[in-house]
């Protein structure tokens, strides 16, 4: 009975300290959570910022506070209330803010984390810029807005491709240079910038709107002027395909869905029958195989053209220092043009099958048209044969002969 007694004793006494425990802790946490919602309440952003605030409180994001993005300065977000102008929040642009809380998309996102990761073969929105392109920091305006999310945000402020705010441009102080999270969502709503999701990537994936003027010897990201123009977007195809129906499709994989936030294309992955895509409904098992017949011949051809290139440039040293020179040159860029567009955009094809054929068969004609021009610029400067000197020369002196008899 005494042990009984005592043992009942020790329990009451253990289960008093748990609550006693309990109770300080849950006390703590209102203690604090009342001093914050005391300290700031952030329904008083919206007397400045309503759209913002609008957009915030009726999203998923509601339930996170403004200071999870938001830094204040050293007066708090109370002396932003009360003095905005002398003490302004910054704002954080990294995904490893939104990273914790959307832990899947972050991994996906970060490729360029992976051991796996090549930056000398490889490429990804995570990669940081200043550390893979470092040119760029001291580039042009073109480059800032593609190769950081504070110059897309300024980039995506006119929706239409080749707006690019270059005013703006100039005098940005950027932080982040990497492609992030908020460079394509709007982190107050979490939906993207732009509803178009083809117009949002080709904002960046964009040639500028360059043209063939005998003058431009690459063109580089010519995904928009491939996809833009194709019959994904024309009614040509039985659906429209935006951008993230192949780069961003979810696929159940090993028992978690992959997000498609690390963008690459994978033709298999998109023909599980359980993607987001629905390329399955009406290609069934057979798009790898579609795909890698329609791009087989590109590659050829490509291969082939790159060859025809070398004989082309050799041509055109032929003619160097001559009045052809000029004009054959303006020839080898316009090849040079349509065989980058093609090169560059990297679809090999799928983007654009039509517009990829019909590249290729101007960079053929330009590269052709060198190679035939010095042809005949070398029968035109070509010395007589010896024997045809001879010959010459005979008729030459039996006329002279005849004349003097």
Not at 251 to 271: I, K, N, Q, Y
Not at 291 to 306: G, H, V, Y
Not at 322 to 328: N, S
Request: proline share 4%.
């Amino acid at each position: 009975m005494y042990i009984s007694r005592k043992l009942t004793l020790s329990y009451v006494i253990g289960m008093l300290g748990d609550i006693t425990k309990t109770i300080v802790i849950v006390s703590t946490v209102l203690l604090l959570f009342t001093t914050v919602c005391i300290a700031v309440d952030f329904d008083d952003c919206a007397d400045c910022h309503q759209e913002y605030y609008d957009m915030w409180s009726s999203s998923a994001h509601g339930i996170a506070d403004c200071e999870i993005c938001h830094t204040p300065a050293g007066s708090g977000f109370e002396g932003h209330i009360s003095n905005p102008s002398d003490s302004v929040p910054t704002a954080d642009l990294s995904s490893e803010v939104c990273g914790d809380c959307h832990v899947a998309i972050f991994d996906d996102w970060n490729e360029f984390a992976g051991e796996e990761f090549d930056m000398e073969a490889m490429a990804s929105h995570s990669e940081p810029t200043e550390i893979a392109e470092p040119f760029v920091l001291h580039s042009d305006t073109s480059c800032i807005v593609c190769k950081s999310t504070d110059g897309a945000l300024l980039n995506l402020e006119e929706a239409d491709v080749y707006m690019l705010n270059e005013e703006a441009a100039h005098d940005l102080n950027v932080t982040e240079w990497a492609i992030t999270c908020v460079a394509c969502h709007d982190p107050h709503e979490g939906g993207i910038w732009l509803e178009d999701s083809t117009l949002l990537c080709g904002n960046c994936h964009n040639t500028e709107g360059v043209v063939a003027d005998g003058e431009t010897p690459v063109v580089r990201h010519a995904q928009w002027e491939m996809v833009s123009s194709s019959g994904y977007v024309d009614g040509t195809h039985p659906t429209v395909i935006s951008c993230v129906d192949c780069h961003m499709s979810m696929v159940p994989l090993d028992g978690e869905v992959t997000t498609g936030h690390d963008f690459d294309f994978d033709a298999l992955a998109l023909s599980d029958p359980e993607a987001s895509n629905g390329c399955y409904m009406c290609h069934q098992d057979s798009l790898p195989s579609l795909i890698e017949e329609k791009q087989a011949p590109i590659s050829q051809r490509l291969s082939d053209l790159n060859s025809l290139k070398e004989e082309a440039n050799v041509a055109l040293e032929i003619v160097n220092g001559t009045d052809a020179y000029g004009p054959q040159l303006a020839n080898y860029n316009n090849g040079l043009f349509y065989l980058t567009e093609v090169e560059n955009d990297g679809s090999l094809g799928i983007h654009n099958m039509v517009r990829t054929q019909s590249d290729l068969d101007m960079a053929e004609d330009y590269f052709n048209s060198i190679i035939e021009g010095s042809s005949g610029a070398d029968d035109a400067g070509q010395i007589p044969a010896p024997g045809g000197l001879v010959v010459v020369m005979i008729f030459a002196t039996v006329a002279c002969l005849i004349k003097r008899d």
